[in-house]
T-cell receptor, first 115, second 113 residues
Framework: DVKVTQSSRYLVKRTGEKVFLECVQDMDHENMFWYRQDPGLGLRLIYFSYDVKMKEKGDIPEGYSVSREKKERFSLILESASTNQTSMYLC??????????????FGDGTRLSIL | AQKVTQAQTEISVVEKEDVTLDCVYETRDTTYYLFWYKQPPSGELVFLIRRNSFDEQNEISGRYSWNFQKSTSSFNFTITASQVVDSAVYFCALRLNDYKLSFGAGTTVTVRA
């Protein structure tokens, strides 16, 4: 089974801090994703990576950056955390191919609170 | 632009009742893929099913069944004889010929014993 592991289930940080959310997958998937989930809005894509050191912006990239130095690891960075970034963050991975319809596999999520 | 609408925000049923979750999508593409995911209280999204736009066959998997109708742009999901373990948030999602998944807002299903 695919395993996507997010480093923290719950995280509390202060406004202005630099925050790192880590995600690791063990199935050699090329694609990795970061979403945020908010009530009534479903999941919204923040960033996507299709290979090491490659990244593309999703629907809501403002205030975030990402890093993919190794194939299995994809980090989401909040450069200067703000209260409107309090949310549930979900990492996912999938096989590559623009025409691939392989499902994305998700981690358990990190519930981040910015005070 | 593509869009997925799950009009039902919350559904509450008593155990053993059937429950149908609606999903309506919008896209101008002729090739696309539809997905359903389940998110139990633990938080992880669990993949349930995918359908491509060329396959309108309905599918049944145990107590779960899916009805895909291109004519009405709908991909509805039915849980038959619901159980307490079915309590979760269910998401419908649409994917075109690229990596991007567009999710609906989700429907929270509560099954009471």
């Amino acid at each position: 089974d695919v395993k996507v592991t997010q480093s923290s289930r719950y995280l509390v940080k202060r406004t202005g801090e630099k925050v790192f959310l880590e995600c690791v997958q063990d199935m050699d998937h090329e694609n990795m994703f970061w979403y945020r989930q908010d009530p009534g809005l479903g999941l919204r894509l923040i960033y996507f990576s299709y290979d090491v050191k490659m990244k593309e912006k999703g629907d809501i990239p403002e205030g975030y950056s990402v890093s993919r130095e190794k194939k299995e690891r994809f980090s989401l960075i909040l450069e200067s955390a703000s209260t409107n970034q309090t949310s549930m963050y979900l990492c996912a991975s999938s096989l590559r191919g623009f025409r691939s319809y392989q499902p994305q596999h998700f981690g358990d999520g990190t519930r981040l609170s910015i005070l | 632009a593509q869009k997925v609408t799950q009009a039902q925000t919350e559904i509450s049923v008593v155990e053993k009742e059937d429950v149908t979750l609606d999903c309506v999508y919008e896209t101008r593409d002729t090739t696309y893929y539809l997905f359903w995911y389940k998110q139990p209280p633990s938080g992880e999204l669990v993949f349930l099913i995918r359908r491509n736009s060329f396959d309108e066959q309905n599918e049944i998997s145990g107590r779960y069944s899916w009805n895909f109708q291109k004519s009405t742009s709908s991909f509805n999901f039915t849980i038959t004889a619901s159980q307490v373990v079915d309590s979760a948030v269910y998401f419908c999602a649409l994917r075109l010929n690229d990596y991007k998944l567009s999710f609906g807002a989700g429907t929270t299903v509560t099954v009471r014993a």
